[in-house]
């Protein structure tokens, strides 16, 4: 029960980074964060919901699971994005990478034709 609890936790997490601008979720932020960041908030237990506290309590592993969508690759830098593994890119390469590349979109290395370049 314990880890379907966590699960459902983290999901209402996810909904709360994904959906700022939703009523429950403006209520919610407004109320125990005082629409701070989330990443500002602090876990105490003394003020907020058992709700609040479950969602903030494990934040940290729903950050770890969330990810962007792509889509045509222009907006996301290819080697200093965050990954799944939540690493940079450029720190897993085995290969010194060309300075001007740094700043590298993924559109840059995808071919027309459907591929990687």
């Known amino acids: 029960m314990r880890q379907m609890n966590s ?3 983290m999901k209402l997490g996810w909904r709360l980074i994904s959906e700022p601008s939703a ?7 407004e109320k125990y964060g005082r629409n701070r960041n989330l990443n500002d908030l602090e876990l105490t ?3 907020c919901s058992n709700a609040w506290w479950g969602i903030l309590s494990t934040m940290g592993h729903t950050k ?5 969508a ?3 690759g222009r907006q996301t ?15 897993q390469a085995l290969m010194d ?3 001007d590349q740094y700043g590298y979109r ?9 591929g990687w370049d």
């Open 64 to 68: 770890q699971g969330v990810g962007k």
């Open 45 to 47: 237990h003394s003020s």
């Open 77 to 91: 830098l290819f080697w200093t994005h965050r990954w799944l593994d939540g690493n940079l890119l450029s720190d």
């Open 23 to 29: 009523l429950w979720a403006r209520i919610l932020k």
């Open 106 to 114: 993924v559109c840059d290395y995808w071919s027309p034709n459907g």
């Open 70 to 72: 792509i889509e045509d």
């Open 97 to 99: 990478i060309p300075k």
């Open 7 to 9: 699960a459902y936790l």
